[in-house]
């Protein structure tokens, strides 16, 4: 039997305290580290649905870990080691308050604006006449405020700087990151046969000042992937594009009538459901990194994160 972690409540030598985010729960240590693990809860429309999926902490910690490794040039980031599958140990910083989401691509939430009429989106004008899942002239990012709780608002660049969210000379050299990121993010897909269709990035600052890439980085909760062959076809015939992401399951949950809103009850996710999840985390694994992905036994795995930590630190 296959289980799953959708909590955790790990005591390590020198904590300071936890916060239990939707998908992660970061433990901060007195230090100036932080360990973070990568549970197997799922999220939607910022809503953590009732059941876990199997092994997608360990697919989300192992590419987001293979990704931040493959972009150490491009910006300093948080990661010291993965101690655990599920689990990598880095930096404390502070964090900026937005996250910088970018788009190659109009689909998604923007697509959805885009047919209800809007023609802006975080203050970046969209062109007219475009059609679901066809390319920006060029990428575009339309920021989000960080909540702890609750919905991320979109925000627009002016509003970010106007009140002090991000001073203009760090918006400016994370505006930078983004691009950078995202090109290498686009570059590494296209070579495995995918587009990486859009993701966000969150940065901090450390106690120097200097700013760093911290969380994740593209993965399946982060960003989303179409498969490259056959994208032109589909696209000129007006079919749905082939995709790599969570974005499947949020189309199941409209189609069962949820959408996050109040008064809307979650959908029911049979065993089944939840298996068809996790194929389709590790399918992206496999595919994105080229890597056979690896299960790795699923009892007592608090125990064994506990157990793997104590021993890195």
Not at 84 to 108: K, N
Request: aromatic share 10%.
């Amino acid at each position: 039997m296959v289980h799953t972690l959708t909590h955790t409540d790990l005591h390590l030598p020198g904590q300071d305290h936890v916060y239990h985010g939707k998908v992660r729960d970061i433990y901060f240590l007195r230090d100036g580290r932080i360990a973070m693990v990568a549970t197997d809860r799922i999220s939607a429309f910022d809503v953590v649905l009732p059941e876990g999926i199997p092994y997608k902490g360990q697919v989300l910690n192992q590419i987001a870990t293979y990704f931040l490794e493959a972009t150490r040039d491009i910006v300093p980031n948080w990661l010291l080691c993965s101690p655990d599958p599920m689990v990598s140990l880095g930096h404390r910083l502070q964090p900026f308050r937005v996250e910088m989401v970018i788009r190659g691509y109009l689909t998604g939430s923007a697509w959805r604006a885009y047919q209800a009429g809007e023609r802006s989106l975080c203050g970046v004008p969209l062109p007219e006449g475009m059609r679901e899942n066809e390319a920006f002239p060029q990428p575009i990012i339309t920021p989000t405020t960080k909540e702890d709780e609750g919905h991320d608002e979109n925000i627009s660049r002016e509003e970010i700087i106007r009140t002090g969210l991000v001073s203009e000379e760090d918006y400016r050299q994370i505006e930078a990151y983004t691009y950078a990121l995202f090109r290498r993010g686009q570059e590494m897909a296209r070579e495995r046969g995918l587009i990486l269709v859009d993701t966000k990035y969150e940065f901090g600052k450390n106690e120097a000042g200097e700013i760093f890439l911290i969380d994740e980085i593209h993965t399946p909760d982060s960003s989303r992937y179409f498969y490259a062959e056959g994208y032109q076809e589909r696209f000129d015939r007006g079919e749905e594009q082939k995709q790599l992401s969570k974005e499947f399951v949020r189309q199941w949950l409209i189609k069962q009538g949820f959408q996050g809103r109040a008064g809307e009850v979650v959908p029911t996710m049979t065993p089944e459901y939840c298996q068809s999840v996790s194929d389709r985390y590790i399918e992206l694994y496999e595919l994105v990194t080229g890597r056979t992905f690896v299960k790795e036994p699923t009892e007592n795995l608090s125990q064994r994160i506990e157990r793997n930590l104590l021993a890195a630190l």
